[in-house]
């Protein structure tokens, strides 16, 4: 089993839908990485969560510490935010553990 | 500079051949990691740098692989004996500081290895 699941793999919606994507770990962790990364581009941070919410824009991230679940949001979703969206966590040793990726494509 | 640079972005090698991957952290970034992003996977461990010396070495695959940071500021991953394998996109990011709950990561572009 993968220390860091993320669900879905892959998420299809249509423009102006809300979008949840899920992220769950199984080590105790020192913050948790929502990151964006485009085709054939570099990976770009959004979040970085120790505890609670933030929000920037349309995105929202959570996190609940004791379930181990963080989730990133993304309101009134839009073509130009297809990209994958990758969870990491950072545990011991400061490196960071990536989950595989949620491939999400907006449709206008 | 303003953002983590990587280079080259791209490179084709032959089979056992020796390359070399560099990056430019952010002026001032203490620390730097890479990672190693195989097609239709997150990306892995390899190796992570707090100052001059590798903190943690222990995502490196095997001895064909090895990083330097000599003046704590451009690193360079080397890979000697290329196998096709190792093609991937290799990332590198880096921080403030290793440490502490307070440190984002900036990524670099990457660079994308093909071994033929």
């Known amino acids: 089993k993968n220390e860091v699941e993320q669900s879905p793999q892959n998420l299809t919606a249509q423009e102006g839908e809300f979008i949840t994507i899920n992220c769950s770990y199984s080590v105790g962790i020192s913050a948790l990485h929502w990151l964006q990364q485009h085709p054939g581009g570099g990976i770009v941070s959004l979040f970085m969560?120790?505890?609670g919410k933030k929000k920037h824009g349309r995105l929202i991230a959570t996190i609940n510490i004791q379930e181990k679940h963080s989730s990133l949001h993304i309101t009134a979703s839009h073509p130009r935010d297809s990209a994958v969206y990758i969870c990491a966590v950072r545990s011991k040793g400061n490196k960071l553990v990536f989950g595989a990726g949620t491939i999400l494509r907006v449709k206008s | 500079g303003a953002g983590v640079s990587q280079t080259p972005s791209n490179k084709v090698t032959e089979k056992g051949k020796y390359v070399e991957l560099r990056c430019d952290p952010i002026s001032g970034h203490t620390a730097l990691y890479w990672y190693r992003q195989s097609l239709g996977q997150g990306p892995e461990f390899l190796i992570y740098f707090q100052g001059t010396g590798a903190a943690d070495d222990s995502g490196l695959p095997n001895d064909r692989f090895f990083a330097v940071r000599p003046e704590g500021s451009v690193s360079t991953l080397k890979i000697q004996r290329t196998e096709r394998g190792d093609s991937a996109v290799y990332l590198c990011a880096s921080s403030l500081r290793a440490g502490g709950q307070g440190e984002g990561y900036t990524f670099g572009s990457g660079t994308r290895l093909t071994v033929v």
């Open positions: 969560l120790s505890s």
